[in-house]
């Protein structure tokens, strides 16, 4: 199959899944932002009252601060569900990739074992460096095996997402200071940034996967 005709089939239902979890992630990289700064402003606003012993009298609270954190709850909210959309879609995107890769070579990881481990709060990123690994490296064994275009990606990529996830646990660990919370915020995008390269490209070669799959059958 030449690569015209792959490219010129209609895109499976879990390339367009892929492609908008990749959107929620960028929305989900939006929020964080501004959730992140608005976190460190609510802090200086409350910092009066988390330093007030039991026999000092409570000063009132300024209209303003009240707005302010009236907000923050509703910007909490909003980014709660887009956290969870996004996490749905990315775990649902992840299962079928693999149940994919799996119709032609078994994969070290499960797809149930895969999006428990994707669920792991701060080192989902150590296990997703194992389990884009293994995808990318059982999608080129098969694409590659039919002769067809293997979209690899840049040497390192993956490596990165492996460092940085790593890096940002040592902030937390130290401390909860303003300088290590800002840290763990600034490599956050730069993590982000790296699962969108590895998805493209996961995502390009489940295409021709499944454009390889129909031709067999036909």
């Known amino acids: ?17 892929g492609r908008s979890a990749i959107v929620w992630l960028k929305i989900f990289i939006v929020f964080a932002f501004i959730i992140g700064l608005f976190t460190e402003y609510i802090i200086v606003i409350f910092r009066p009252y988390m330093n007030l012993t039991s026999a000092d ?6 209209f303003s601060s009240a707005i302010a954190f009236l907000c923050y709850l509703f910007l909490l909210l909003i980014f709660g569900i887009v956290m969870c959309i996004s996490l749905f879609k990315f775990c649902k995107w992840m299962y079928i990739s693999i149940k994919t890769v ?7 990881f499960s797809p149930i074992v895969a999006v428990i481990c994707t669920l792991i709060p701060w080192v989902c990123g150590i296990f997703d460096y194992f389990i884009f690994k293994d995808i990318l490296a059982r999608q080129e064994d098969v694409i590659k095996s039919h002769n067809a275009k293997f979209e690899a990606l840049k040497p390192g990529v993956l490596k990165w997402i492996l460092i940085l996830t790593i890096l940002s646990l040592v902030p937390s660990i130290i401390g909860d200071f303003f300088v ?4 763990s915020l600034l490599l956050m995008f730069p993590i982000c940034l790296l699962y969108i390269k590895s998805m493209n490209a996961i995502i390009e070669n489940e295409k021709t996967l499944y454009s390889l799959d129909n031709h067999e059958n036909t």
């Open 102 to 108: 799996r119709n032609s070579t078994p994969t070290k």
């Open 180 to 183: 290590c919370r800002l840290i």
């Open 1 to 17: 199959m030449t690569e015209e005709e792959i490219s010129t089939q209609e895109e499976p239902e879990n390339i367009l899944r």
């Open 57 to 62: 009298a409570i000063p009132p609270m300024e």
